[in-house]
């Protein structure tokens, strides 16, 4: 570790120890990435509310170190040589209240999760996001969608923090700016703690919905370690799994990391697979699309630290 983060790390470790805010050193990549693979990350802090997370932020403030939040990982890889940095997990913003049809849901809740909370409640909209195993803050920055629904459209509001001044903030419906797979950097310089969610009351068997959908998904994606999709959709509106499988590389592997044989535009682990080896595959997918169809594909995920390989 470079001597001035070393140092930083250490103040940074010994002030919240003081006030009783979890951390932990030297964690391994495969722990918190999705993909299970990745080097050691410095030091993890995973405050309990917005007030810990904000007493972070000012340590951060006065003491920089590089730092990355991480939602549930599923969009996210780590470099084999591991972050020089601190990660903060924002797993115990995990409240959940209800106010009639409207839904205020922590950061740190699972979508999944979520959904099955929310169809218990007979409140319908999150049916056919059930399926995405990330947090409520990755898919609020990420718009992740699938099925035809995108996890912004059913936001009422969001709630952040300012990572400069730490002032909470509010930012309404009307001011986020969605689009495919995008918040569009709205988010810039904002941590989001929790939103509230607009959904419709129901008295449809909203169970049986998530499982049909849930169903589908284990039809047509593979049951490996992964970030889900590889690649957006290219500019042409045709998945870039299409192109993918038409240039016959399904099943390509790369030391661990193999393109799925099930859905062409994931990556699995099937044992041991490095980030380096996911990038090699990832490059390789993109070059070969690009001399046989003249299609330019873009990575979907989130690459943070150091490979041995140019990204
Ligand atoms: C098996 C599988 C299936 C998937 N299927 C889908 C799908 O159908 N549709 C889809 O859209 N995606 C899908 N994904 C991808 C992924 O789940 C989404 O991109 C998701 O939105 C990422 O959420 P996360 O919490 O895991 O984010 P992470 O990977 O932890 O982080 C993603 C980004 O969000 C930022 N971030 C996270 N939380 C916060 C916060 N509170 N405040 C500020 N920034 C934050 C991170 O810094 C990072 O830039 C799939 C992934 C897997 C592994």
Do not use: W
């Amino acid at each position: 570790m470079n001597r001035g983060i070393c140092y930083n790390v250490n103040v940074i470790v010994s002030v919240i120890n003081g006030k009783g805010i979890e951390y932990h050193k030297n964690v391994e990549g495969k722990r918190l990435s999705l993909f299970k693979s990745g080097g050691t990350v410095d030091l993890v802090i995973n405050p309990s509310n917005a007030r810990e997370l904000s007493t972070v932020l000012d340590l951060l403030n006065q003491f920089p170190v590089p730092y990355y939040v991480l939602g549930n990982g599923s969009n996210t890889l780590i470099g084999d040589k591991g972050f020089r940095g601190i990660i903060i997990l924002l797993s115990k913003l995990n409240d959940i209240t209800f106010s009639n049809n409207k839904v205020l849901v922590g950061a740190g809740v699972k979508l999944p999760y979520l959904a099955h909370v929310t169809s218990t409640a007979n409140l319908e909209g999150l049916e056919r996001l059930s399926g995405i195993p990330c947090s409520i803050g990755g898919a609020t920055i990420k718009n992740a969608g699938c099925y035809g629904v995108e996890f912004g459209s059913l936001i009422s509001k969001v709630l952040a923090i300012k990572t400069t001044n730490l002032d909470y903030v509010t930012i309404d419906k009307a001011l986020l700016n969605y689009s495919y797979r995008s918040s569009n950097n709205t988010f810039d310089g904002l941590i989001v703690t929790g939103v509230e969610l607009e959904l419709a009351p129901s008295n449809k068997n909203l169970r049986e919905i998530i499982e049909h959908y849930a169903q589908k998904r284990r039809l047509s994606q593979p049951n490996l370690p992964s970030l889900g999709s590889t690649f957006i959709k290219p500019s042409t509106g045709i998945s870039a799994g299409y192109y993918i499988d038409k240039a016959g590389l399904k099943g390509t592997k790369i030391g661990g990391a193999q393109i799925s044989e099930k859905h062409a535009n994931f990556i699995v682990n099937i044992g041991n697979a490095t980030s380096s080896d996911y990038l090699s595959l990832a490059e390789l997918a993109t070059s070969i699309v690009k001399r046989k169809f003249d299609i330019d594909l873009t990575k979907e995920i989130d690459i943070i630290g150091v490979n041995d390989i140019e990204q």
